[in-house]
C-alpha cells in the first residue's frame, strides 16, 4: 500500500483546512485507517483513526470536537477535516494504513500500531 498525503498549508488560528490521503491497492477498504502528527522536536503523536468501514472513529482529546476523520472507500481516500485550528495544531501530518480492520486504541508510538506510512503534509496554523 502506498499513501500520500495532500492539502496542508499556511492558515489563520481558527481557520480550517482539509487533508487527504489517497491510497494505492485494492486492500484499502479492509484496513483501518490513521492520522499522526509530528512537530519539530516532538515525538509522533495519534490524531485520529477510523475503521475499515467508517462505522468507528477515535480522536486524540486535543482534537475531539475540532477535527473529523472520514473515508470514502470508492476513493481508495480518507480525509481529516479540521476546524477551530490553533497554533499547536501545527506539525507535519502523515496517514497511515494499518492491516487490521479497527484501530486499536492502545497502540503506542512510534509506530502506533500501523503497518504503511505515507509521507506527510505540513499544516501551519499561525497566531
Known amino acids: 500500500v502506498q499513501l500520500q498525503a495532500s492539502g496542508g498549508g499556511l492558515v489563520q488560528a481558527g481557520g480550517s483546512l482539509r487533508l487527504s490521503c489517497a491510497a494505492s491497492?485494492?486492500?484499502?477498504?479492509?484496513?483501518?485507517m490513521g492520522w499522526f502528527r509530528q512537530a519539530p522536536g516532538k515525538e509522533r503523536e495519534f490524531v485520529a483513526a477510523?475503521?475499515?468501514?467508517?462505522?468507528?472513529?477515535y480522536y486524540a482529546d486535543s482534537v475531539k470536537g475540532r477535527f473529523t476523520i472520514s473515508r470514502d472507500n470508492a476513493k481508495n481516500t480518507v480525509y481529516l477535516q479540521m476546524n477551530s485550528l490553533k497554533p499547536e495544531d501545527t506539525a507535519v501530518y502523515s496517514c497511515?494504513?494499518?492491516?487490521?480492520?479497527?484501530?486499536?486504541?492502545?497502540?503506542?508510538?512510534?509506530?502506533?500500531?500501523?503497518?504503511?506510512w505515507g509521507k506527510g503534509t505540513q499544516v501551519t496554523v499561525s497566531s
Open positions: 491497492g485494492r486492500t484499502f477498504s479492509s484496513y483501518a
Open positions: 497511515a494504513a494499518d492491516r487490521s480492520p479497527y484501530y486499536s486504541a492502545q497502540s503506542a508510538p512510534p509506530s502506533y500500531g500501523m503497518d504503511y
Open positions: 477510523i475503521s475499515y468501514s467508517g462505522g468507528s472513529t
